[in-house]
Each structure stands twice: as structure tokens, then as C-alpha cells.
């Protein structure tokens, strides 16, 4: 919430009065396409298809990203106002720490996959357990 | 082959002891491991890891009790399986024994013996204390890298932190839960019994390696796979 308070403070410092926004290529095509993506999330929030703490992170994510392109000067200011010297290096952290989030997410539930399967497959095997012959063996 | 001292273990071993044997694609010496035990113990699971070999069979040809897994899901997961297996049939004493002839029968009344000598929960064999036949100097490097690992990672001081020979009581068996299949669940069983609480010790056990084994064995670079996974599995969960 504060990075898009401070992106919208941005976009008014940034924009000359009356001058038309000018975005380059790539921000004509990612911006639109985070900005449905947040929009498709505020639809799954409102209509509760999402737990709300997700559907909340989602739209935030989806929204900074959108407005971050838009306004590339905003990842300066935000950076500045969280000690960190450069827009580029912020960018950097928050990838980071989001990769680290995601492996650690998807290890989980990997592993727990993981112990699902196992528990299953061993309850199969002991129910199928035999008994070897009991006459001589040797030889 | 049955010597004076497992003739001895014949009057001493509870009947209510069961043995574990995890087997993958092991034909060609389960038959003579279970020869060496069902002299003496009455109470044999093994557990058939996926093999696509003849295990089961040879298995089947003696008063084992086979059970199998439908996909090779590990070590780890089928010495919980047995040991599962082993508790519903109501064993007061889990062995955990290796099913490539590493492990001497005869050293199984020692374990026995030091869980009701001591009051544990856990009998950990250890090569170090006892005897490795033919064991290379690299695997013995990398063992005792391994004891080194587990003391830092949870704090437990063993001199033999990867010795499938182990014993322990209904308790100590019924306080495990092995999550890791593979071969980390060495280091997991004593993690859990570092954090149970209950009571262990180590006892000198005699290991043979022989080429087969040997060829089997894990090798270096496993080794250090096996180091990472533990610290991830460590940090992440």
C-alpha cells in the first residue's frame, strides 16, 4: 500500500502539466497486462474465490508491479525512503527475498507431497504382507 | 553360518524382537542374511524396496515376512514401513538390519542387551567402537565427516552416525517418524532421537565390507548431496 502511495506521489512529480504520458514499448504491453492481472484479482477477492490474505497480497503485487513499470521513478523514491541507494538494487531485494519465499513455499509442499505418497504407498505394502514358506528353506 | 556366540544368543533373545531389513534388488545375498538370522530369531520382516530382481522370491522361500513397496521410495521409508510393520505386531524390540551381509547377526544380543542393561531407548551400533572389515580409508573419512555433521547439526555426540545396526524398545520405535526416504534418514533418526529425550547408547558392532557392499555403498559425491539436502531440510523447514 505504501509503495503505491508513493508511486502515485512519484507519478505527480514525474508528469510535466497537460504532457501526455510517454511509456516505451515494453511498458505499453507489461503495464496493461499487470494491470488486468491485479484487476482479475480484485474480481477473485470480492467474489471470495480466493482466502483473503492471498487475494490481498496478490492485488498489491500485481498493482506495484503495474505501477512500478509505469513509473520507473517511483522505485527511486521508494528505495530513498527505505534507506537503499538505487530503484534497480530495491528491485533486486524484493526479487530475492520473493524467490527465497517461493523456493521455500514449494519445498514444503514438495516434502509433503513427498510424506503423503510415502504414507499411502506404506499402507498399501502392509496391507499386502506375507509370510514366507516355513518348511526348509536351505539349500 | 552360526557361531558359538549367536548359540548363545539363541537362549537370550526375546521372542517379542523383530528384525527390519530394508532390500533393494538384493537376490543375491538377502537369502544368506536371512539364513545367518532365522537360525535364531523368530520375528524377520523385510521390506522389498521396488526391487526388480528376485528379492521377493528369495524372501518368500524362507518364514520371513515379506512386505513390498509398489516404487522404490528409499531406505528411510522402508525401514519405517518395517518398523511400522513390527510394532502393530506387537515387537517390544525393533533391530534395524542391513540386507547386504554388512551386519554380523551375532552382535544383535549386545544391542538387546544394553537396551535392558541400561534403561534405553536406543542401541546404536558403532564401527569405530567395534570393527569395520575392509573398510576404505576414504569411507572412513567420510564417516567420520559425517559424525562431525551431526554434531553440529543436532548436537549429538556419536562416534558412528551412520550405522544401520541399531536396536530400540517399543517406546523408542513408536517416537520415530522417518520423513526422509533416502539415505538422510540416517541423520534424521538421530535428530529425532536427540529431540525425544530418550535415553541412547552405543555399543561396539562388527561391520564386513566386502566388494558387493563396497559397490553399493554410497559414494562421494552422494555423500555431499546428502550434507546439502540435510541443511536445506534444516533452514526451510
Known amino acids: 500500500m505504501i509503495f503505491c502511495l508513493l508511486a502515485v506521489a512519484s507519478m505527480l512529480e514525474q508528469a510535466p502539466p497537460g504532457a501526455p504520458w510517454n511509456l516505451n514499448e515494453f511498458q505499453m504491453l507489461a503495464v496493461p497486462v499487470c494491470a488486468i492481472i491485479a484487476l482479475r484479482a480484485i474480481v477473485q477477492l470480492i467474489r471470495r474465490r480466493v482466502p483473503r490474505g492471498v487475494g490481498f497480497l496478490a492485488v498489491m503485487i500485481w498493482s506495484a508491479a503495474a505501477l512500478a513499470i509505469a513509473f520507473p521513478y517511483s522505485t527511486i523514491v521508494v528505495a530513498r525512503w527505505a534507506g537503499i541507494g538505487r530503484g534497480a538494487d530495491l528491485v533486486m531485494y524484493l526479487a530475492l527475498l520473493a524467490g527465497l519465499v517461493v523456493s521455500s513455499y514449494f519445498y514444503q509442499r514438495i516434502r509433503q507431497l513427498e510424506i503423503l505418497t510415502t504414507d499411502l504407498a506404506r499402507t498399501a505394502a502392509i496391507a499386502g504382507a506375507k509370510r514366507g514358506a516355513a518348511e526348509e528353506h536351505r539349500g | ?237
Open chain 2, 1 to 237: 553360518m552360526q557361531d558359538s556366540s549367536m548359540n548363545r544368543a539363541t537362549r537370550s533373545l526375546p521372542e517379542d524382537l523383530w528384525i527390519v531389513i530394508a532390500a533393494y534388488n538384493e537376490e543375491k545375498r538377502v537369502g544368506r542374511v536371512l539364513d545367518e538370522l532365522l537360525g535364531t530369531v523368530c520375528n524377520v520382516v523385510v521390506v522389498d524396496d521396488g526391487s526388480r530382481d528376485e528379492t521377493a522370491a528369495v524372501v518368500l522361500r524362507r518364514p520371513a515376512w515379506l512386505i513390498r513397496h509398489g516404487i522404490n521410495l528409499g531406505q528411510g521409508a522402508s525401514l519405517q514401513t518395517g518398523i511400522s510393520f513390527a510394532l502393530q505386531k506387537g515387537a517390544r524390540y525393533v533391530v534395524t538390519f542391513d540386507a547386504d551381509g554388512q551386519h554380523t547377526p551375532s552382535d544383535i544380543p549386545a544391542l538387546v542387551d544394553a537396551l535392558e542393561s541400561t534403561g534405553s531407548h536406543f542401541a546404536l551400533g558403532s564401527r569405530f567402537l567395534g570393527h569395520a572389515e575392509g573398510i576404505p580409508l576414504t569411507r572412513k573419512i567420510i564417516l567420520r565427516m559425517a559424525v562431525l555433521f551431526t554434531r553440529l547439526l543436532s548436537g549429538v555426540r556419536l562416534t558412528d552416525a551412520h550405522n544401520g545396526l541399531r536396536a530400540m524398545s517399543r517406546e523408542g520405535a513408536q517416537s520415530l517418524r522417518i520423513t526422509m526416504n533416502r539415505m538422510e534418514h540416517a541423520s534424521e533418526i538421530i535428530d529425532q532421537i536427540a529431540r525425544s529425550g530418550l535415553k541412547y547408547v552405543e555399543v561396539p558392532v562388527h561391520i564386513r565390507y566386502t566388494a558387493d557392499s563396497l559397490a553399493k555403498g554410497q559414494r562421494t559425491s552422494a555423500a555431499i548431496r546428502l550434507g546439502l539436502k540435510l541443511l536445506v531440510e534444516r533452514t526451510i523447514r
